[in-house]
């Protein structure tokens, strides 16, 4: 091969190493979700599209039943789509393990509780140890290093569950989505159910991480306060489709009777206070 071809193929490399680092980390197209009960197709997703680029934090709102675990568990590969495609990093979603900690993505469930049998460490250190290649202190240390991460000590690392607080809990939960590195987090409802303070030192947690692990986060939540603090863009689910996927102010001010009532009812108010106070950017 001559030098001219060398230098063109080189190019060539680099050109798609460029366009793979600012391609879309999630891109879903045309999807339909299609659930069949009782002899019934019920329809949750019609026609639905979302593309998440690199690094943004995007956070997923709708009213309950409209789809949006359904959509996260599209993203994982555990749902499949009756039409349309759910392409992950470049790939098709594929099925995942149930344990949400993959080294392409990984998932904090919405009711995910940890293994009750389970102690922290082997809680987090789950989806190592099912790979049957790693030496076991290297799989401790990995595991360690993960529980440290997410602000825990290491003393709490042979605790059970049921010794743990909620807070405490969601922090595991995170250690042991984040063992294998993947580079996109799902995360559905993290605050739901914790107390205010441990509610806002998860989401400085998970700020910090997302700057600097560089990662792109999806994440579904109704807590205003987290989705003002942390979403560098909002999608809503309505309609069965995305009706609108921008940044938050954008969102807030788009003609839609489900977006004015959640953003602009009584505990909106509150929650477009701190959209004035911290516009969370990239
Ligand atoms: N495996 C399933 N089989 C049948 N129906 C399902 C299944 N999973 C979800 N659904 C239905 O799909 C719809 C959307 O469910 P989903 O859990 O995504 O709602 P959601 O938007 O996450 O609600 P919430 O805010 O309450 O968590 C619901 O009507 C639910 O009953
Ligand atoms: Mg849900």
Known sequence: MGDRENT??????????EAAAHAPVVEIEGLWS?????????????????????GEVLTIVGGSGSGKTVLLRQILGLNTPARGTVTVLGKPAERLGAHGASSRVGM????????????????IAFALRELKCLPDDLIRDAALLKLQMVGLEVRHA???PAELSGGMIKRVALARALIMD??????????????????????????????????????????????FE??????????????????????????????????????????????????FTV
């Open 8 to 17: 063109l193929e080189a190019v060539a490399a680099v050109a798609a190493a």
């Open 34 to 54: 299609v659930f069949h009960n009782a002899g019934v197709d019920v329809v949750i997703h019609k026609d639905l599209d979302l593309v998440v680029p690199r």
């Open 108 to 123: 904090l469930f919405q009711h995910g509780a940890l293994f009750s049998a389970f102690t922290v460490l082997d809680n």
């Open 158 to 160: 042979h605790k059970m």
């Open 182 to 227: 993947p580079p996109l987090l799902l995360l559905d409802e993290p605050t739901a159910g914790l107390d205010p303070d441990s509610s806002d030192g998860f989401c400085t947690l998970l700020r910090s991480l997302h700057r600097e692990l560089g990662l792109t986060v999806v994440m579904v939540t109704h807590d205003l306060d987290t989705l």
């Open 230 to 279: 942390l979403s560098t863009r909002v999608a809503v689910v309505a309609d069965q489709r995305i009706i609108v996927n921008a940044p938050p102010r954008e969102v807030v001010a788009f003609p839609h009777p489900f977006i004015h009532d959640f953003f602009l009812g009584e505990r909106g108010q509150r929650a477009m206070e701190l959209l004035r106070e911290y516009p």
